[in-house]
């Protein structure tokens, strides 16, 4: 067999693994590689503008596609910037995996321009990592990052390959299998488990489905759905879950949590048997422990056995794939449905105190004449029916799109929720729009979390992507600024933020600019914005002192909402 140098290996492998895109930033330590990339034309390159960019870009890209995201980064700072898009991609279960180039195998451990650890740094927030050592392991460990990144429960995964070792040569083949010894993810749930979760539930009376985003991963939704509707069983969702289950559903009750409704936090506080699939139990979903679901038993699906009792003692613990497990469970109910005659009777007196949840406190907001992010986001859904892949950024804007837009299918939510980063939404929409060229894709940001990465507007613009970013100006840190208006005495410490002319910005990059001050000129500029093809930033200047509600201070049991 013909030797191939290392560079020429990993082109190799990104074919046979499918890859179509890779996000990246060149340095020294790269140029072997992508100068064979320049010979690829199968696979498209996109150059970000910051490192950081490209790790949420892939990430926005896998999340949009449920592919792999790919991104290529030098050594050094080109391997550190990556290291909150990882933690990012980690917190919330991302197949990512980032190529870092590394000084050459003679110069690791000597100090040299542009060495770092790299390998040592991202350990705590990998699902795994490699330092190639040895061109003849490359093609492994490359098939092995694809593997683990995407199976089980996904993850990022970073493979550091010295330049060296990127023009050695070597005849080793790319293997067409994967074995990995002690990495075998369970995905069928246990038979006996389901009958128990199933018995459990014919005896409740006030049972809820509490799901997350594993329900997206295992690409669930249908099975989630029908599960439901057969057992007339109300269905709430993580931040991470929306999408999962229709938000337009009759059974569905919109997020729990901080900033839930009132209606799925009073299910939870109320519930005698919670189904919770996909879902972690954090603590922006559970609020105070102590007092999660008091009077509930819990069954807890889940393909990362780690997870289950991690934070809420479970009282029937599954580990499976969520996709399996509701396939199972609807063919054992179908084999037992005459258990369920009286569970179908005594449930409708549940809906009608959910309901009542529903009509008491509904999400609102109130108009008094300024102009409010709450009915923007509304227009945003009423313009495009849902048919949209909306990214957000982090702080209030991501909470008011979690609950007044209504995500309808799943893939169709690209947010930060587990690690909360601040500048994720803007890179992750170009992540998405590169996979979807034709679909719309918007990015609600704030006016602090779009000056995190603003530079990636300029890969935007090369790459003619027409991202619609709406920044809902308010001139803070809105919900630093919202918990010391409700804690801190209204003392507004570095919160008040000094930003550009955003509308001037954007028309520097070359992009488009546009300004919205009053409630009467949104849907025509927001309808402008959405058809024009083009890269587009708007500028939406809302009551600088709105707040997020029902919010559940911190500490707070769910039943414990501060409301409108």
């Known amino acids: 067999m013909l ?6 290996i990993f082109v190799d492998v990104l074919k046979s693994e499918g890859v179509d895109t890779i996000f990246c930033y060149p340095g020294g330590a790269t140029l072997n590689i992508t100068d064979r990339l320049a010979d690829c034309p199968e696979i498209k390159q996109i150059v970000v ?67 770092a650890d790299i390998v040592g740094i991202t350990r705590p927030c990998t699902k795994h990592n490699y330092l190639v050592k040895d061109v003849k ?55 006996g488990q389901l009958k128990r979760a199933l018995r459990l539930i014919a005896q409740s009376k006030r049972p809820i489905l509490y799901t997350g985003g594993g329900i997206i991963s295992s690409s669930a939704s249908a099975e989630l759905v029908k599960f439901a509707e057969m057992l007339s069983i109300p269905v709430t969702s993580t931040l991470m879950g929306l999408g999962g289950f229709p938000g337009t559903h ?89 258990e369920f005659a009286e569970f179908h009777k005594s449930i409708g007196a549940w809906h009608e105190q959910i309901e009542n949840w529903k009509k008491e406190y509904p999400l609102t907001y109130v108009r ?91 890969t935007a613009i090369q790459y003619n992507l027409p991202v619609k970013v709406i920044i809902l100006n308010n001139g803070y840190l809105g919900m630093v600024r919202q918990w010391q208006q409700l804690f801190y005495q209204k003392r507004y410490t570095w919160s008040k933020i000094y930003s550009p002319d955003f509308v001037k910005l954007a028309q520097a990059y070359g992009a488009e600019g546009m300004r919205i001050t009053k409630e009467e000129e949104v849907e025509e500029c927001l309808r402008e914005a959405f058809s024009n093809g083009k890269t587009t930033f708007v500028d939406v200047h809302i009551n600088p002192e709105e707040c997020v509600y029902p919010m559940v201070p911190a500490g707070a049991a769910l039943k414990d909402m501060l409301l409108v």
């Open 3 to 8: 030797k191939r140098t290392g560079a020429q």
């Open 49 to 115: 503008r910051h490192e950081q960019g490209a790790v949420h870009a892939a990430d926005g890209y896998a999340r949009a596609t449920g592919k792999v995201g790919v991104c290529l980064v030098t050594s050094g700072p080109g391997a550190t910037n990556t290291v909150t898009g990882l933690a990012t991609a980690y917190m919330d279960s991302i197949p990512v995996i980032v190529f870092s180039c590394q000084v050459n195998t003679s110069l690791i451990g000597n100090d040299a321009f542009q060495e």
């Open 137 to 191: 392991d490359l093609p492994r460990i490359m098939k092995e990052a694809f593997h683990i990144a995407r199976t089980g429960r996904p993850g990022p995964v970073l493979v550091d390959i010295p330049k060296d070792v990127t023009s050695a040569l070597t005849d080793a083949k790319i293997p067409e299998k994967v074995f990995i010894r002690g990495y075998q993810p369970n995905y069928n749930p246990h038979l």
């Open 250 to 338: 009759p059974l569905f009750l919109g997020m729990l949590g901080m900033h839930g409704t009132y209606a799925a936090n009073m299910a939870i506080t109320e519930s005698d048997v919670i189904i919770a699939i996909g879902a972690r139990f954090d603590d922006r979903a559970t609020g105070k422990i102590d007092e999660f679901a008091p009077k509930a038993k819990i069954i807890h699906i889940d393909i990362d056995p780690t997870s289950i009792s991690k934070n809420i003692k479970v009282d029937i613990p599954i580990v499976g794939d969520s996709k399996i497990a509701l396939r199972k469970m609807i063919e054992i109910y179908e084999e037992e449905k005459g």
């Open 368 to 458: 008094d004449g300024t102009l409010k992010p709450q009915f923007v986001i509304e227009k945003v859904y009423e313009i495009t029916k849902g048919d949209a892949i909306v990214a957000t950024e982090v702080g209030q804007n991501q909470m008011w799109t979690a609950q007044f837009y209504k995500f309808i299918k799943p893939r169709t939510i690209l947010t930060s929720g587990g690690l909360g980063t601040m500048g994720y939404g803007f890179p992750a929409s170009i992540g998405a729009q590169v996979a979807f060229p034709d679909k719309l894709v918007i990015d609600i940001a704030g006016d602090g979390s779009i000056q995190m990465n603003i530079q990636e507007l300029a």
